[in-house]
């Protein structure tokens, strides 16, 4: 695909001519009377790392557990490479998964944990060896072979796990909060990792997370999940510029919602009056609104500058007093008390050093942003 | 905390300790007496142990006991083990609470009762009494304890381990068998070890089960007894204790053993 003109860039989801790898057809899972997944139809394409996100109780770990196939769909058909997977018991599917805890195998060492699936299926004894050994090297865990699990640290365990979900060089594998149970800078790097390893192995992942960061970071599409349905489909970037709803906004990273009554302007503007006696914000829509309608208005912190003087350049300037800085080194989080009683969060980057910084507490600021600094969202 | 302990817990400790230990102690004891008589102390010999081993009556009853053991034992592992798994494993089917109150009612079920039932049930289909019988009774009262201690470990065992090994191409029973036995088999060799000590130790339900060729210790002793207490039955006794003893605490060596090795586990998983 991208070899042809590396200019392009991977987005088989926008070219009608792929047929994608998983396709989730009406797809509904109930246990007793609870609804977990809700007629949902998705499809993930070959080479993707897609991510589903939500909160504990959305879903996503359900929509993960029908693909491995612990979980049959109450209604509905997962197709998996035109296969329909529904009578395939878990252990024929050309799918492996990366479970929470890693489910090592205590009583094996190691290598006899990467090569547990290779001697369940039809590869010749003598190339097993060759495999695992790859596997070894891939994850970096050559001197540790003849370790038992509880031997390792909880960094290498994480890598065995997924040596051992890829050894059998699946279709497609599943990772269920891979990272859940690692500390925050090996969590990252481990992210870094992963997305490497994806890339060289051209393995098509699904990871289930409730971390926002994690799915930002490793993605190539992010589904938003909520209460069994998707709320967005997205790439990373798409997911955080234009969130098509305040919960898939306010679930991905900071963001400042104010509500108000829509006046559209034409020319595809919008002014927003969101108080009495102020000047409304003025924004640019995303989808038609109608006079009066209550609508969202989403911005994101960093995209609102903070200064002593409003700006000219930007369309929109109101006046606050800083209630409270959050100082977090690379970056300072001012919360701006509207003369409304609105609360703003606006960030600055700490471009000088902390002896020139420029407000302090109860300080008279100006909060200024352009016309297309956020996205006005009608639920 | 005080690291001493107050007059009243030695007391109470003494005083419990002498109560269930005293007697057993006491025919310990009487088992090394040089004399005859059960009640006077003659000074230390161990002949009375000598004697035991030409006494064919006394041995072939050990034989009996000791077949019956390890084979009602094992009966009664396995079948409590599939029980255990189906229990725990099972999920939600129809009749499950009646089911486990099933295995585990013998637990209760007063003895008598229990060997009663199993004669008449021989008797109904004209089975003949012997070892077979015994083997078959102990199965039946001993598998619940097997079931309980089994279950115990199988609700703490991460069920993922047994989707990880279904995903990675295992079959149900290869599953089971390479990945479940393998990490339980603590807990199936105390179950193992307890039917057999159970089994050792039964008087009333082997009395019902056993033919005039197959009487096992307990009955011979029993039996012996009511002629009065010899020196003899003393050091059989003795032994009985031993055998009993070492059983109880390998077990409770085993299963603490492993519960320490698995908290370690546990403990090195959540550092980094």
Known sequence: MAEANPQKVFAPWEDPNQAPLIRFEGVTKKFGTFTAVDNLNLDIYRGEFFALLGPSGCGKTTLMRMLAGFEDPTMGNIWLDDVDVAPIPPNKRPVNMMFQSYALFPHLTVWDNIAFGLKRSDMPQEQIGDRVQAMLRLTRLEQFAKRKPHQISGGQRQRVALARSLAKAPKLLLLDEPLGALDKKLRQETQFELMDIQEKTGTTFVIVTHDQEEAMTVATRVAVMDHGKLVQVATPAGIYETPNSVYVADFIGEVNIIEGAAAPMGDGKVDIAFAEGVEPIHATIGEPVTAGQKVFFAIRPEKIHVGREPDPTRANRIRGKVHDIAYLGNISTYRVELETGQMISAQMTNARRLSRRDFTWEDEVWLSWTDTAGVVLTR | ?272
């Open chain 2, 1 to 272: 905390m005080n690291r001493r302990m107050s007059w009243f817990n030695v007391t109470s400790l003494t005083l419990g300790f002498a109560f269930l230990y005293l007697p057993m102690l006491i025919l310990i004891i009487y088992s090394f007496n040089s004399s005859k008589l059960v009640t006077v102390w003659a000074g230390f010999s161990t002949k009375w142990y000598g004697e035991l081993l030409h006494n064919q009556q006394f041995l072939d009853a050990a034989w009996v006991t000791l077949r019956v053991g390890v084979m009602s034992s094992t009966a009664a592992t396995v079948l409590g083990t599939m029980a255990a798994y189906v229990m725990v494993r099972g999920g939600r089917f129809f009749g499950r609470t009646l089911f486990s109150g099933m295995i585990y009612a013998p637990l209760v079920m007063p003895e008598v009762i229990t060997g009663l039932s199993l004669l008449l049930l021989f008797i109904a289909i004209g089975l003949d009494r012997g070892i077979f019988t015994i083997v078959l009774a102990h199965t039946t009262f001993s598998m619940c304890y097997v079931s309980v201690v089994v279950s115990s470990r199988l609700m703490t065992f991460d069920r993922s381990l047994e989707e990880a090994a279904l995903d990675l191409g295992c079959s149900p029973f290869d599953a089971f068998k390479s990945v479940t036995l393998p990490i339980i088999t603590p807990a199936v060799i105390s179950g193992w070890l307890l039917a057999f000590t159970l089994s050792l130790d039964d008087l009333v339900i082997a009395s019902f089960a056993s033919g005039p060729s197959s009487t096992t210790l307990p009955i011979k002793i029993f039996s012996a007894v009511r002629l009065g207490v010899s020196p003899e039955i003393n050091a059989l006794s003795t032994i009985m204790i031993g055998i009993v003893a070492t059983g109880v605490i390998t077990t409770s060596l085993i299963s603490k053993n492993a519960i320490r090795r698995q908290r370690q586990e546990e403990l090195e998983g959540t550092k980094q």
